[in-house]
């Protein structure tokens, strides 16, 4: 399995170059660098504690070039809560001091031995069993699981108290751990599949070195499968991974069992591929289950493939702290990123084993079925959107594809729609609550549907009352429709209607413009607009800080006694 990636964060210019040092071993982590302070890191972030623990809470590692207390009281409120604890490490900025401070069972060590070598100084390790042992026996690599933590613990410190071990089973990295080995000892360390009671002077390992083939249609899966490890003797901890036929892909129980057995869910073509596994010994029960035991850590990977994914993603208008936590996510997962060129730049950076397909903007269809084929290989698939996807954006072109297609394996596909803050909301949000009643949200664009339409839906919607969103205000290509369409709107409304213009909102170079139906004339206007326009309730008020507050009251005809 691969390690999550660390987020490098520094507070000054100065630790710019120790955190570069730090960002090379690992591939695809970002330094993240304090906004002002901080020229040509990866990524901005406006406040120390909050971003540390958000990093903390989402389970990233953390790498902080800054003194080890800062890290201590920023975290402290969250050491208490269960849940994730990543490896947090302090670096001193000029790179001479590497502290690992929390996550032992992360492999934080580890990580400080990693970041010590580069920057040629010696960690600061401080746990008594990896001092000793030169490996925390407690923390096994990939491919392994520890039987039970408490009584690994009691087990570690009878060998730091003096008692001697012996090692039963193939455990190949203790080779070069340095343990009191003695092969009459009382205490043992015991590595194999096989289901076993722990004595008391035991310390169980169990190489995850079993595949079970499952069908979708057996009833209460994560029991069954239990059940059946039972029977076989078989030590449910050294699952590696559930496996299931291709055209059982989309099966909502296979999932949920995957889930909660806390394992790996693949696809073969057929389940009878199990036994063509390298050193497998292959054990068949009943109820449709096949156990499959390898001699050593089974390589999930090489099995079958896992169920494509392919999430459709609203990146919000641009700035970082408007995306949804879940399309960060979802970036950081992701294999392919497909999109137009401009939207997929705004979403990176990204990992040099990410694959990019930028593509023009108006070859929509064609890149979501690009985004299904590649998905339906199995790999991790986003397709962006600027604002929210739904909005005149990917979304429905992805689902219209699907929707015209019938191969098997595109239906198939874990597809999920992410949403995001649209244009019309942020700009709404600057200016205050311009969309603070009903209101109603249009295209401009007459590219794909008449343009007879939308005069009839603006004649309507304006006589409606409605605050009006622009979407696609006006182009090159289309020059006069947007004062085509504001000399509909003017039938209804009057020319102190109150009109928002924003400009590339959440984007280096933003405008936000208040103005009136009036005064308003198309040349101040281009793509990258919004143009919000209000009812007849809309108002203005001067703020203080200068400019002025729009706002849509929220109710209509007679203000209600407040
Ligand atoms: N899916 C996007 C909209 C795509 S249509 C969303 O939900 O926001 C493209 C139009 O959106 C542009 O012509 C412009 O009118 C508006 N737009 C997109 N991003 C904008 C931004 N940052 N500032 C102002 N308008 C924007």
């Known amino acids: 399995m691969s390690r999550p990636v660390p987020a490098i964060v520094i507070l000054g210019n100065g630790s710019l170059a120790t955190a570069r040092k730090i ?10 660098g304090l906004a002002e302070r901080v020229e040509g890191a990866d990524r901005v972030y406006h406040e120390f504690g909050a971003t540390l623990r958000e990093f903390y809470q989402q389970d990233t590692p953390i790498i902080a070039l800054c003194a080890a207390g800062i890290v201590i009281r920023t975290l402290a409120p969250l050491l208490l809560e269960k849940g994730a604890e990543p490896p947090v ?10 502290v690992p401070l929390l996550g032992g069972l992360g492999g934080v060590n580890v990580m400080a031995r990693e970041i010590a070598a580069v920057l040629e100084v010696a960690a600061a390790i401080t746990t008594s069993g990896e001092l000793r042992f030169g490996t925390c026996l407690l923390n096994p690599p990939s491919g392994y699981a520890l039987g039970d933590l408490e009584s690994g613990k009691r087990f570690v410190s009878d060998l730091l108290a003096g008692h001697s071990v012996r090692i039963e089973g193939a455990a190949p990295w203790l080779d070069q751990a340095q343990l009191p080995e003695d092969p009459q000892a009382q205490r043992s360390i015991h590595v194999g599949s096989a289901e076993r009671e722990a004595s008391a002077n035991e310390l169980l390992i169990y190489p995850r070195s079993v595949a079970v083939a499952v069908s979708a249609g057996v009833a209460d899966l994560p029991d069954t499968i239990r059940a059946a490890l039972q029977q076989a003797k078989v030590a449910v901890q050294s699952l590696a991974c559930l496996v299931a036929a291709e055209d059982e892909m989309a099966s909502p129980a296979l999932r949920e069992a995957a889930l909660e057995l806390g394992v790996p869910l693949r696809f073969v073509t057929s389940v009878s591929d199990l036994s063509t596994l390298p050193d497998v010994t292959i054990i068949a029960t009943a109820h449709d289950i096949t156990i499959a035991v ?6 999930v990977t090489q099995i079958g493939r896992p169920r494509g994914r392919l999430a459709v993603i609203g990146l919000g208008p641009g700035a970082a702290e408007l995306m949804v936590p879940a399309v960060k996510a979802e970036l950081a997962r992701a294999t392919d990123v497909l999109g137009y060129e401009t939207y997929v730049r705004m ?18 269809m064609q890149r979501a079925r690009h985004a299904f084929e590649l998905a339906a290989q199995g790999r991790s698939v986003i397709v962006v959107s600027s604002g929210d996807p739904g909005v005149f954006a990917m979304a429905a072109a992805v689902l219209e594809a699907l929707h015209e297609s019938s191969e098997p394996s595109w239906h198939s596909v874990d597809l999920e729609i992410l949403p995001g803050v649209s244009a019309s909301l942020a700009t709404a949000a600057q200016a205050g609550a311009p969309l603070g009643h009903d209101f109603c949200v249009m295209s401009l664009s007459d590219n ?6 939308i005069e009839k839906r603006l004649d309507l919607a304006a006589e409606a009352d409605l605050a009006l969103a622009f979407y696609n ?21 009057t020319s102190e209607t109150v009109v928002v213009l924003g400009r590339d909102i959440g984007r280096p170079g933003q405008s936000l413009r208040v103005t009136t139906l009036g005064e308003l004339t198309p040349d101040q206007v281009d793509m990258r607009t919004m143009v919000l326009i209000g009812s007849s309730t809309t108002c203005v008020f001067p703020r203080a800080e200068g400019g002025n507050w729009v706002y849509t ?6 203000k209600p006694a407040s």
């Open 347 to 364: 979403a990176g950076p990204f990992r040099e084993d990410q694959v990019l397909h930028c593509t023009d903007n108006r070859e929509e």
């Open 553 to 558: 009251p929220r109710w209509y005809g007679v």
């Open 23 to 32: 960002a090379q071993l690992y591939p695809g982590a970002l330094i993240h």
């Open 448 to 453: 794909l549907k008449p343009w007879s339409i």
């Open 89 to 98: 490490l302090a670096v001193a900025e000029d790179g001479s001091a590497v």
């Open 473 to 493: 205000p006006i182009s090159r290509a289309r020059p006069w429709q947007l004062g085509q369409a504001l000399e509909i709107v003017g039938r209804h409304r």
């Open 294 to 299: 390898a001699e050593q850590p089974l390589d």
